[in-house]
């Protein structure tokens, strides 16, 4: 039984309004909806409309996707309509992340009435919108088909509305966008952030680094290249030195797949925050061993002459672009390259340091 003042809604069955007390007695044989207008009592019967049955079914069924077929956290939001129905929190070997969706679910056969191509338009109330691209986390919209039990779902981004002739807002919902154990990629990447926020967040995790840089260290990228490998298999790691290039400390390794793609544009998109130039000391010390290969021969006598100079030699890598400073049997290419803070990188530290800061800051209005 609930009662209502005005807009409050208690579960209690006493309410007290000023100084006028309210008590409300439960039927065992008629439920009833108290409503408070003043100090007027109406009796309204409950009722129950079917498109909330149909939105609850919706809701259960796909808690049992999520549950079952993901193997993630399900979270109902069974609050009055904000707009958010659940949270899907995204599982990682057995844990949970911390990694949140929120999702708008909406069930029936209204929704599938009228296909198009590739799937189902889904209108937008402008409200429901701002609200969800402003929302703290990514949001779905899900429409559930009882009659297929399937449910398919679409992110809320500027890059899925769809402004139409009128412009009104829509949403499609892909056919080929199933709640299922295909969808875990896509979800989990969805989960990790939207991509402006997974972009700065990825700064703010390598603040460290520009902070040596910053600081006076050394920041090298040393990678191995497969190259004989078609998925572009590689093994990379940050290292940071001193001035000198002694004091090595390892800072991280990864290993990398990147495909066809070249070394020389892959690893410079791996830290878009420096500029990345070669080694010098590692290339001039290859490149001098390379010379003496090439075109420095001995004697009996120790001594030596040149079939070309060091200079002469070395010309052909004037300009040049990235590149590997040595190759191991014609297997792996060893990269060493330098970083140096750019723009973006100087930028983001002071960014950084201003956000940490306190104060208040202007800031537009919001349009009424």
């Known amino acids: 039984m609930l009662l209502e003042v005005v807009v409050s809604t208690l579960d209690s069955t006493h309410l007290r309004s000023g100084h006028v007390d309210v008590f409300a007695t439960r039927?065992?044989?008629?439920?009833?909806?108290?409503?408070?207008?003043?100090?007027?009592?109406?009796?309204?019967?409950?009722?129950?409309?079917?498109?909330?049955?149909?939105?609850?079914?919706?809701?259960?069924?796909?808690?049992?996707?999520?549950?079952?077929?993901?193997?993630?956290?399900?979270?109902?939001?069974?609050?009055?309509?904000?707009?958010?129905?659940?949270?899907?929190?995204?599982?990682?070997?057995g844990e949970a992340t911390g990694k949140l969706i929120a999702a708008q679910i909406k069930s029936g056969p209204s929704y599938f009435a009228n296909p198009t191509a590739g799937g189902w338009w889904f209108p937008l109330d402008a409200d429901d919108l701002e609200y969800w691209l402003e929302h703290s986390l990514p949001v779905l919209v899900v429409l559930y088909d009882p009659d297929a039990d399937r449910a398919y779902w679409q992110s809320v981004t500027d890059s899925t509305i769809v402004v139409g002739p009128q412009g009104g807002r829509k949403l499609l919902i892909p056919e080929a966008q199933t709640l299922d154990r295909d969808a875990l990629p896509a979800l989990s990447k969805i989960a990790a952030g939207r991509p402006y926020e997974l972009r700065v967040r990825q700064l703010r995790l390598a603040l460290p680094w520009m902070q040596l840089l910053h600081d006076g260290r050394r920041v090298l990228l040393e990678a191995e290249e497969w190259i004989?490998?078609?998925?572009?298999?590689?093994?990379?790691?940050?290292?940071?030195?001193?001035?000198?290039?002694?004091?090595?400390?390892?800072?991280?390794?990864?290993?990398?797949?990147?495909?066809?793609?070249?070394?020389?544009?892959?690893?410079?998109?791996?830290?878009?925050?420096?500029?990345?130039?070669?080694?010098?000391?590692?290339?001039d010390d290859a490149q001098r061993e390379a010379w003496e290969s090439e075109c420095v021969s001995w004697d009996r006598k120790g001594d030596t002459w040149e079939t070309l100079s060091y200079d002469e030699w070395a010309s052909q890598f004037a300009g040049a672009e990235l590149r590997p400073y040595r190759n191991g049997a014609n297997e792996v290419n060893f990269w060493r390259l330098e970083l140096v803070l750019n723009d973006l990188g100087r930028g983001f530290l002071a960014v950084h340091e201003f956000a940490q800061a306190d104060g208040w800051i202007l800031t537009p209005r919001k349009a009424d």
Request: with cysteine; net charge neutral; charged share 25%.
């Open 27 to 93: 039927s065992a044989t008629h439920k009833c909806r108290h409503s408070i207008v003043g100090l007027i009592l109406v009796d309204v019967p409950k009722t129950v409309k079917a498109t909330a049955v149909r939105d609850l079914v919706g809701v259960a069924a796909t808690q049992i996707k999520v549950v079952r077929d993901l193997s993630w956290l399900f979270r109902e939001q069974p609050t009055a309509d904000y707009g958010i129905d659940a949270q899907f929190e995204a599982v990682d070997k």
């Open 228 to 283: 004989n490998k078609r998925s572009g298999r590689g093994d990379i790691q940050i290292v940071s030195t001193d001035d000198a290039s002694e004091d090595r400390v390892n800072l991280g390794s990864w290993f990398i797949m990147p495909g066809l793609r070249p070394y020389q544009e892959v690893l410079p998109n791996l830290v878009p925050w420096a500029d990345v130039v070669l080694h010098r000391e590692t290339y």
